[in-house]
């Protein structure tokens, strides 16, 4: 699919992401994002009947564990067809290789998350103590994920320039932290509007809040599109 709008079905119940599923007509080719809040209350057979649906999938896990462990658990996602599947790329090189062994039956998109979005230069040095200017330890992460198979990052839209000079630009560049101008920023930290996304380079914009807490959720995601494309 070309350069989707992926919407993180951040939702309490399933009953709830029905309902607003529901408010898309049929042939809106949806992207859709199952993070952990969705998949620990209803796990796998979830994932299997929206992708039943004719759903794509990018199956957010954020895994991150010893190599082996990883491993396992990704030859056991091969079997899911999802599109997409994350890691978390300072679980280190070996990590980040074994992800891409376990996935080695299947299409599924290996994306690793460098420095998540919620986190701003303060955080990165006060609180991880990581000596690096954002920017640096977001391509720093980037080339690591290249360097050991990843098929692409999960970074802020501000990053893709940087991360597809020192990978390459078929790297995929995913980006949360969308927010249209109209919208609350809440707890995310590295944002940017769709169309500067789109200018940046993304290859795909993650989008949760500003279209599963609108009113009209289809007006939302129309207008988040529109001024994506
Ligand atoms: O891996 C992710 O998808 C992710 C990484 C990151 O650095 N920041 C980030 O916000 N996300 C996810 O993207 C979605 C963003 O949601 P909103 O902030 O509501 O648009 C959430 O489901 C997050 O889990």
Request: net charge negative; hydrophobic share 40%; aromatic share 8%.
């Amino acid at each position: 699919m070309d350069k989707p709008v992926i919407v993180a079905l951040d939702f309490a119940d399933d009953f709830e992401c029905i309902q607003f599923l529901s408010q898309f007509p049929k042939d809106t080719n949806l992207f859709l994002k199952i993070g952990l809040e969705m998949f620990c209350q209803f796990g796998y057979p979830f994932v299997r009947s929206l992708r039943n649906r004719g759903y794509n999938i990018f199956l957010d896990l954020k895994l991150h564990d010893i190599p082996n462990t990883v491993r396992r658990t990704c030859e056991m996602i091969a079997k899911w067809d999802v599109q997409m599947l994350t890691v978390h790329a300072s679980g280190g090189s070996e990590m980040i290789a074994a992800a891409k062994e376990g996935l080695a039956s299947s299409d599924t998109k290996l994306l690793a998350v460098t420095q998540l979005t919620s986190l701003g230069q303060t955080e990165l040095k006060d609180e991880l103590q990581i000596p690096l200017q954002s920017q640096d330890y977001v391509t720093h992460l980037a080339k690591l994920a290249y360097d050991n198979g990843a098929d692409g990052v999960i970074s802020s839209a501000l990053e893709v320039p940087m991360i597809k000079e020192i990978t390459s630009e078929d790297f995929l560049c995913v980006t949360p932290g969308i927010r249209p101008k109209s919208a609350q920023v809440g707890d995310q930290k590295r944002v940017a509007t769709p169309a500067k996304a789109r200018e940046l380079g993304s290859d795909a914009i993650v989008v949760g809040r500003p279209i599963t807490q609108a009113s009209d959720a289809f007006f939302a995601y129309k207008d988040i599109y529109q001024e994506w494309k």
